[in-house]
């Protein structure tokens, strides 16, 4: 079945660091990709998606680049801050499938 | 705007009582799900309805059951038999069959039973 790999967290960074948290995932057939983020007492928030191979989502600073190759979507900031301290989930929907797959979520704490 | 809106924010319980989580959206969305998040484990399917008058079970359907006789509406009923209801729940609907949607969620119910 499908399947979603988070790195662990926290991850612990200081403000303007650059940031990177890895997804890796096994799934049939070309599935999307996504990335959520909830922010404390709050639901989950789509950050950015890629639909194909070699796609690049993005928002807010954000990226993550669909990679076939390595079944990967790592998501990536150049410089965080305090405000993005949060927990990212990685999900996908494989094609034909109404059941979203979602990684175990990793926490993001950003120091000033 | 729309959105999905669920209600209470915050549900305390005694142990043996049957207790029921609204879940509401307005974005004529077909498909709806239910979640549960406990600390350090991630989202768990409850169960999920992909067009009125229908739903399945998810991975963790035991003690939970639901109706969907509206499209803006999945409400999840906690029963005495679960075993551990105290959680986070989360409702999310997503628009219609292909798998290029995401998942929109609600601001969830933190349930609390003693």
């Known amino acids: 079945g499908d399947s979603v790999t988070q790195m662990e967290g926290p991850v612990t960074l200081s403000e303007e660091a650059f940031l990177t948290i890895n997804c890796t995932y096994t799934?049939?057939?070309?599935?999307?990709l996504f990335w959520y983020v909830q922010y404390p007492g709050e639901g989950l928030q789509l950050l950015l998606k890629?639909?194909?191979?070699?796609d690049k989502g993005s928002n807010k600073g954000f990226e993550a680049t669909y990679r076939k190759e390595t079944t990967s979507f790592h998501l990536e900031k150049g410089s965080v801050q305090v405000s993005d301290s949060a927990v990212y989930f990685c999900?996908?929907?494989?094609?034909?499938?109404?059941?979203?797959?979602f990684g175990r979520g990793t926490s993001l704490i950003v120091h000033p | 705007d729309g959105g999905i809106t669920q209600s209470p924010k915050y549900l305390f319980r005694k142990e043996g009582q049957n207790v029921t989580l609204s879940c509401e959206q307005n974005?004529?969305?077909?498909?709806m799900y239910w979640y549960r998040q406990d600390p350090g484990q991630g989202l768990r399917l409850i169960y999920y309805?992909?067009?009125?008058?229908?739903?399945q079970k998810g991975d963790i359907a035991e003690g939970y059951s639901v109706s969907r006789e509206k499209k803006e509406s999945f409400p999840l009923t906690v029963t005495s038999a679960q075993k551990n209801p105290t959680a986070f729940y989360l409702c999310?609907?997503?628009?219609?069959?292909?798998?290029?949607?995401?998942?929109?969620f609600g601001n969830g119910t933190r349930l609390t039973v003693t």
């Open positions: 999310a609907s997503r628009l219609g069959q292909g798998h290029n949607s995401p998942l929109h």
């Open positions: 799934a049939t057939g070309y599935p999307s």
């Open positions: 890629a639909t194909k191979a070699d």
């Open positions: 999900a996908l929907v494989s094609g034909g499938s109404y059941i979203p797959t």
């Open positions: 974005l004529n969305h077909d498909a």
């Open positions: 309805s992909q067009i009125v008058n229908d739903f």
